[in-house]
């Protein structure tokens, strides 16, 4: 009965935490101006031109270099580390050459006087490339020899796959936005006091950030949700529920998304199958007569269901992995990625809100709304390829 009182207890707070988060709404607090209009994980259309903007001391927000002094500041460099009257503006998405093993690429922000610069590689959900931290810090070893930084900046701030560092050794440093960033916005928001729009701008952003950051839970909400599940009787119960908090998860899944999917196959008269082993994972729907292919939804990540993506790709396991001639690529013109290596005719991933199959969307998952968006997904896909009569290899 523990455990009953314990989810009774929890419960309750949630609902008058769901209480206060409709009023909130109903007052408008909840409007944000780049969920409105898109924007929300765009890499390079929101968040690289963001922050460049905010540390270009001649952006538009008026306050020459007091934001990059205060970004300077957390990176433990002085002020008067670059000339701010000589800062270039080729400063978001600069071109360094043809890619090589060694060299060239497109680095996503960049601050520079022709004698220091920082390098800022800009990660939300875009995959490492092969030897593009490499890459960069031989730029900036070669272009900047009074010193340059590198900084790999992230969601959590993880460190980079050793693809990206061509197994070599050299200095670069972590941020986060959840963390370094939105510690820094704050600061920002501070300085632009006497800006009115700026500062209300910022603090859009900041919001933004704590939203795709999983870091906007309502602070008296996560106090009393902690103290409950420290009192002393109720310690043991939340113990015996987090020792089963991923076969919960795992279950919830198979109930709310690949169980509606299998319905979905089965009345659309398709062959489906469902892989739930270790690393990649996902569930796949195929009609008869394709030869090999598939219409997927898929993880590469199975341990923390992160990055669910749609697509066409092998449903035999043992030739999914094989590399098809490019020549033969088919892109559907419903999936927003380019064909590649096993993906031939194009992915693309969830909607944001629900890319990450985690436990802050559950509620999507139980109500129903995730499978049914991989369904109408499924639906795109396969109204294309019979539209279009496209060929499966």
Wanted: glycine content about 6%; charged content about 30%; proline content about 2%.
């Amino acid at each position: 009965m523990k455990i009953e009182s314990l989810l009774a207890e929890i419960s309750e707070i949630y609902r008058q935490a769901e209480k206060n988060r409709l009023e909130k709404v109903k007052q408008g607090e909840c409007f944000n101006v780049f969920n409105t209009i898109g924007l929300r994980t765009e890499e390079v259309r929101l968040h690289s031109a963001f922050l460049a903007e905010l540390l270009n001391p001649q952006g538009t927000h008026g306050l020459s270099s007091l934001f990059l002094e205060a970004f300077f500041k957390r990176l433990g460099l002085s002020n008067d580390y670059l000339d701010v009257n000589k800062v270039s503006q080729d400063i978001k998405e600069r071109s360094i050459g043809s890619v090589t093993d060694k060299e060239g690429g497109r680095i996503d922000i960049i601050i520079e006087d022709g004698k220091h610069a920082v390098l800022i590689e800009n990660k939300i959900y875009a995959e490492d490339q092969k030897n593009q931290l490499l890459r960069y810090y031989n730029y900036g070893k070669d272009k900047y020899q009074d010193g340059f930084i590198l900084i790999y900046l992230t969601l959590d701030g993880h460190e980079p796959n050793k693809c990206s560092l061509g197994n070599k050794k050299f200095a670069f440093t972590c941020l986060s936005y959840s963390c370094e960033i939105v510690e820094w916005l704050e600061e920002c928001i501070l300085i632009a006091n006497q800006k009115p729009l700026v500062k209300s701008v910022i603090i859009q952003y900041k919001d933004l950030l704590k939203q795709i950051t999983h870091t906007d839970m309502d602070t008296n909400y996560s106090e009393q949700l902690l103290n409950t599940m420290l009192k002393p009787e109720n310690v043991i119960a939340v113990g015996e529920m987090l020792s089963v908090q991923y076969d919960w998860l795992n279950r919830i899944i198979s109930k709310y998304i690949w169980e509606p999917l299998r319905q979905f196959a089965t009345e659309r008269g398709l062959n489906h199958g469902v892989d739930n082993g270790y690393g990649e994972s996902g569930f796949w729907i195929y009609k008869s007569d394709w030869r090999r292919y598939g219409v997927f939804v898929w993880t590469d990540r199975k341990n923390d269901w992160y990055r669910m993506y749609v697509g066409v790709s092998y449903f035999e396991y043992p030739k999914r992995n094989e590399k098809i001639n490019k020549k033969d690529y088919q892109k559907l013109d419903c999936l927003k990625e380019n064909p590649c290596d096993g993906w031939p005719y194009g992915w693309e991933y969830l909607r944001d809100d629900i890319m990450n199959w985690d436990c802050d969307i559950t509620k999507k998952i139980v109500s129903g709304d995730v499978a049914n968006y991989i369904i109408e997904k499924f639906n795109e896909i396969l109204l294309e390829i019979e539209e279009k009569k496209v060929i499966m290899l």
